[in-house]
């Protein structure tokens, strides 16, 4: 608050009251009586009376008139507190545009998924309808059972993804079995693709949520098997420095252009790959990095086109997740 600004927002009242004394001054001063006379007392009272009816009249006039100016950028406000009100409703309007925006932004992103998720699904659902007409192959009726399993995974977690805080429990962890159950889940994939896994686990325990944990990995190793072409190989193994605990799950498949890599984890990013080689919603891996993010993980990636791609999760010791949690 600048005490200037004050006085310049006072100043009708200072002319108010210097005119008023004036007046007062004025008509002692020109009185011939010498004494106290009441005549001349009522003829100041009269004229102070006038010229403060004068003066209502006028701030009234200018009331009026900031109140049907209200909503113009050019109104003037009257006081240092209507200044400072008029701040902050467009500090809040301001705010409530934003947080519209958001709402809307997140509702186009909602969206935009459910149209993109309605058209992948919709083909191993054509398939099943077309294996139905034909000799069914166990094989084929399996794969296309996994996929639609997949992106209806993908679609719950999704949903979950602003209410996890509601929705989690954080417990000592060991990699092993968890990354076995993945591969266990897509053996059928590495099967008939003949991807080895080499495993590379040494006892290694971290703080997160089981259930969460799981899908992140099962995000990237799928990822992993679906651009890892017949004969491939995916490398899991884990590594510890002071700060951190490391999960790290290598590929040797077609690797991501250089171009793609700083966006491999926005929302409904499928790049080069993912338009060429296979279809994709571009939601996995924003899915997994989000909820790495929640838990108090991230995941990085490297990559080199025709090379391979390297997905590292990283699990900070000195970080409280719980903490974390509370504060989104």
Known sequence: MNFWRFLKYERPYFILYGVAFLLIITVFATDPQSSWHWPTFFYALVLVVLWLAAFTAYRYTRNLQAIRLMRSEDSEPLSLEAEAYRDTLEETG?????????VQSKQKDYYDFIISWFHEIKTPISVLRLMQQTEVDPQSLNEELSRIEHYVDQALYYAKLDSFNQDYDIVNCDLEPLMKEVIKAHSKVFISKRIRVQLDLPHMIV??????????????????????????????????????????????????????????????????NGRT????????????????????????????????????????????????????
């Not at 279809?279 to 991230?298: D, I, N, P, V």
């Open 277 to 328: 080689h296979a279809k994709s919603t571009g939601m996995g891996l924003y899915l997994a990095q989000e909820l790495s993010k929640k838990l108090g993980h991230y995941i990085t990636c490297e990559s080199e086109a025709g090379s391979g791609t390297a997905f590292t999760i990283h699990f900070p010791r000195h970080h409280d997740p719980y903490l974390n949690t509370l504060q989104r």
């Open 94 to 102: 301001i705010t409530h545009i934003r947080a519209l925006n958001e």
């Open 207 to 272: 703080q997160s949520d089981s259930k969460w944990l799981l899908f992140i990995i099962n995000q990237i190793i799928t990822n992993s098997l679906q651009y890892t072409g017949e004969h491939g190989v995916i490398t899991v193994q884990t590594a510890a420095t002071p700060d951190e605990k490391l999960l790290i799950l290598r590929d040797n498949g077609i690797g991501i252009e250089a171009k793609d890599l700083p966006r491999i984890f926005n929302r409904g990013f499928t790049g080069m």
